[in-house]
């Protein structure tokens, strides 16, 4: 018989129970299979009640985020063979923090609204040129590619304990993505950020744990972007006191206290 | 079927499925090495506080006498200062090396559009740590 390795897996159905329990399948094992495959075979030949999102399978959807042996991972990037020599089951749960839909769907909507809110687009305030695109170096460009890489996976909220004890932090992600627009040199739109992001609810709710740019599949480096937004604010705050009246940007920067 | 009515009642709130929401333990640092590393840097701080008092502490028995200073000598020597003292000595080392660390992290610097390596932030960091602390051993020591 082929090897086989034992995955247990979060179940949750509202209608049936209280809160979640484990259950233990039996997949086979390939060195080629993700843990998003044992999932799909489990879906397709064992229980087709099985819940949990996927789409690209190729880590650019960020959907099929969950924790595994309790890590905040992407499925279709993780593969069994790193556990499978340790003999154990493999754990599977649904993203820490987030509220339980089913199985391993979490509810999204307050990183959704969180997103929202850092307005993650960009803002002109003068008209756009009359004609052709945009022209950006490469050295402008570099400034906030890392934190462009960003897709909304969430797995940094996942691992961050300041956003399960505190959920109204903006969190990881929503502000390194602010910071993405922030940086970049067609944006003029700081000054429309800096209210949310100033907040003691924005940056300064961060303790620099760190484990959000540990986990992040695509290295863009959340808690450095939130650290060096922290300067950003600082400065603008101390700049505030200098001229009180303002220099006619970001002048609202009192959330630094 | 009025059994059955009161499930689907706890099954569902007005809009949606009654969601699980996971309480976060009050132990939730312990068990995994990074949310306990963070919790030992957090907690470090209050060592070096701690230092901070006691060499104000010092500077006040210099200040006020060769008898002060004899007497602070003694409450040093005393055997659960060493003890507190040595473990807070490690805490402030960790303290030091975690936060020089995290440099790299919280500042970019740019030098001809590229962006310079962490190491090139953090390193200077530790240069200046090493030959600070080689004066202050001279000077004890000679």
């Known amino acids: ?257 | 079927m009025v059994e059955k009515l009161e499930a689907e009642e706890k099954a569902y709130t007005l809009y949606h499925p009654r969601w699980f929401r996971p309480r976060v333990s009050t132990y939730w640092w312990l068990g995994r090495w990074p949310y306990l590393k963070f919790i030992l840097r957090e907690l470090s701080s209050i060592f070096v506080a701690w230092t901070v008092v006691l060499m104000l502490l010092a500077i006040a028995s210099v200040e006020r006498g060769p008898q002060a200073w004899a007497h602070f000598l003694a409450f040093m020597r005393n055997p659960l200062m060493v003890a507190i003292n040595v473990i807070g000595f490690l805490f402030v080392v960790f303290h030091t090396v975690t936060w020089f660390n995290l440099t790299p992290h919280a500042m970019v610097v740019r030098v001809r559009g590229k962006r310079v390596p962490g190491l090139m932030l953090s390193g200077p960091n530790y240069v200046l740590w090493i030959a600070i602390s080689a004066v202050v051993a001279w000077l004890l020591m000679r």
């Open chain 1, 1 to 257: 018989m082929a090897e086989t390795v034992v995955l247990q897996i979060t179940r949750y159905s509202p209608e049936r129970d209280a809160e979640p329990q484990f259950e233990s399948f039996e997949v086979p094992f390939h060195k080629e299979w993700v843990v998003l495959d044992a999932l799909n075979y489990i879906k397709d030949r064992i229980d087709g009640s099985l819940s949990y999102r996927w789409s690209c399978r190729m880590g650019i959807c960020g959907s099929c985020g969950m924790m595994v042996n309790g890590e905040p991972k992407l499925t279709c990037a993780t593969f069994l063979s790193s556990y499978a020599a340790k003999r154990k089951p493999i754990v599977v749960e649904p993203l820490r923090y987030f509220p339980v839909i089913r199985d391993l769907v979490t509810e999204m909507t307050d990183f959704m609204v969180k997103l929202r809110k850092v307005k993650p687009w960009l803002i002109r305030k003068e008209p756009p040129p009359a004609q052709g695109e945009f022209l950006q170096t490469p050295e402008q460009l570099d400034v906030y590619k890392q934190f462009s890489m960003c897709i909304n996976c969430t797995l940094c909220y996942a691992a961050c304990p300041v956003y399960g004890l505190d959920p109204v932090f903006v969190g990881p992600a929503a502000i390194a993505l602010a910071q993405r627009y922030n940086l970049d040199s067609r944006d003029q739109g700081a000054d429309d950020r800096l209210s949310i992001l100033a907040h003691p609810e924005g940056v300064w709710g961060c303790t620099f744990v760190g484990e959000c740019t540990r986990v992040c599949p695509k290295h863009v480096d959340p808690a450095g972007a939130i650290q060096q937004y922290k300067l950003v604010t600082a400065l603008e705050w101390f700049k505030s006191y200098l001229w009180p009246r303002g220099t006619g940007k970001n002048s609202e920067a009192s959330g630094a206290d």
